[in-house]
């Protein structure tokens, strides 16, 4: 088995001066209901945590490659599908990817941020009986504490879902504090650093009882204000079990997810040309249009030829979050034309090549 979901969670997570150190509060960090944050994952190539320490520059502004876009939307209780698996949630998120949705559950309060649990399907999924304290509070420079936790866990295998265990350790320390450059020009000042190390084994019974050990070293950059993880960086080893057996470490995954730092309340297309994607480009049979919209704008798409005639209206319609809209193009001519986008008040077009 392998331990993509938790990892995950934890990747989208959640300035006094470069000569001060930080202290940050539950005020300071704790999400707030309709909190919305965009996540960029990247290409890991070259990347690593770099080293803790007082009034450190952690310099990341080359990290270009986005890999993919994630936008979490922080969600009210009430009406929260799924709600009585995760008894003591006080607050819940909702992370929009391309082709569904995860619900995380968390606890939240004055003196900790807890994770209680998420919800992807039926198959996939984690139920804290003892949850998984993730910050204390106030945090400062240096303070450390240790934590266990246990729950269930849904998993799929060859198509066929199953429940089994999850139980672990963490240790969780302050490691560094100072400035954190990202890119796009954006510096933070007052910034905390957060090392988790979480060893955990899960088990299942399948054919027989499959047992997996992990270790998961996830670093995370936080700033009072700011309700979530401005940088990610996690480190997962699989250290045992199916279907090598004990020893060994045989499955090593890095990830790098850093904060789009833009007003989430402003919808704009130039926030929407960011991200978007036209795939295949020379397209045959069927073009794919990505994009991510930060609010819930009415974004019209349609096709226009190089006269600047349109040909088709392709989509309109409210959006908010990640989009992925197919069009079929068998019928068209070939040649060159352009996907035109539009809102209220601006227009974004890009070419596309239909063979």
Known sequence: MKKHFLAALLLTGYSLSSHAQAVISATDLNPVINDAFVSNTCDTTGVSAMAGGANVTWDFSSILHMTSRDTVVSITTTGCPHLSMFPGTTIASKTLSITDTTLN???????????????HS????????????QIHYPMHYLDSFNDSYAGSIGVTYLGTGFTGSQAGTSHVVVDGWGTLKLPGGVVDTGVLREHMKQNFIDS???VSTVVAGFELN?????????????????????????????????LHETTVAYAQKYPLSIGSISD?????????????NELNIQFSALSNDNIRISLVD??????????????????????????????????RLQSANETLTRKVVIE
């Open 204 to 206: 299942s019974y399948i």
């Open 306 to 339: 190089i006269m600047g005639r349109e040909v088709a209206e392709i989509s309109n319609a409210t959006a908010n979050g990640t989009q992925l809209i197919k069009y079929n193009t068998t019928s068209l001519a070939k040649g060159i034309y352009m996907i």
């Open 218 to 250: 996830t670093y995370l950059w936080y700033k009072a204000g700011y309700h979530s993880a401005l940088l990610t960086i996690s480190y997962l080893d699989q250290k045992s079990g199916f279907p090598l057996g004990a020893g060994g470490t045989y």
């Open 122 to 133: 039926s198959t996939q999924n984690v139920t804290f009986t003892d949850p998984l304290d």
């Open 105 to 119: 559950y968390f606890i939240a309060s004055g003196t900790a941020f807890t994770q209680n649990g998420y919800y």
């Open 272 to 284: 929407i040309e960011n991200s978007l994607r036209l795939f295949p480009n020379p397209v045959k």
